[in-house]
T-cell receptor, first 115, second 111 residues
């Protein structure tokens, strides 16, 4: 596709359930980022992939959060046993390896509501 | 103290005004500085990028970086209602590091 694609765009889930959020980066982009944005808040870094490896996952808030990336392309962010404080927009972004500059391209986010 | 601080606003200005948006940061290792614009229910999009200290101009937008003061600014000239959005400053230490964002400033330009 032309841009970063995220699914689902909206998800309402019950507290305690697991959710999976998917990110399909721009074709050829080797770097992939996950951020979280709570209402009225800035972007909170979660994890960064270079290819299939995650050199920086320092932002994952707890062991309920995990992410993987396969084939250097699609990434999945999994939240286990969701809590109400997990309600936020989860944004994925990608960047090409050849761009030593700074343009990271964001998707439109997955809006998660835990009830 | 957060690594990147930004006044959240909201900031409301009349059409045609000059807008000044600012961020301060604490880590002197940051070298790459960016401004992103985010419209409601959309992902952020890159507006301006600056490496190290200095100024950069692009149309109605000017970005300034003062590393000695750990202070960056974005100026918008002749502001338009279409500029109404949240503006996020962002920075990173190296080309391949994670990007750290400020909390964003909400701007409304009133016709």
């Amino acid at each position: 596709g032309a841009g970063v694609s995220q699914s689902p765009s909206n998800k309402v889930t019950e507290k305690g359930k697991d959710v999976e959020l998917r990110c399909d980066p721009i074709s050829g982009h080797t770097a992939l980022y996950w951020y979280r944005q709570s209402l009225g808040q800035g972007l909170e870094f979660l994890i960064y992939f270079q290819g299939n490896s995650a050199p920086d996952k320092s932002g994952l808030p707890s062991d309920r959060f995990s992410a993987e990336r396969t084939g250097g392309s699609v990434s999945t962010l999994t939240i286990q046993r969701t809590q109400q404080e997990d309600s936020a927009v989860y944004l994925c972004a990608s960047r090409p390896m050849t761009d030593s500059g700074n343009t990271i391209y964001f998707g439109e986010g997955s809006w998660l509501t835990v009830v | 103290q957060k690594e990147v601080e930004q006044d959240p606003g909201p900031l409301s200005v009349p059409e045609g005004a000059i807008v000044s948006l600012n961020c301060t940061y604490s880590n002197s290792a940051f070298q790459y500085f960016m401004w992103y614009r985010q419209y409601s229910r959309k992902g952020p999009e890159l507006l301006m990028y600056t490496y190290s200290s200095g100024n950069k101009e692009d149309g109605r937008f000017t970005a300034q970086v003062d590393k000695s003061s750990k202070y960056i600014s974005l100026f918008i000239r002749d502001s338009q209602p279409s500029d109404s959005a949240t503006y996020l400053c962002a920075m990173r230490k190296t080309s391949y590091d994670k990007v750290i964002f400020g909390p964003g400033t909400s701007l409304s330009v009133i016709p």
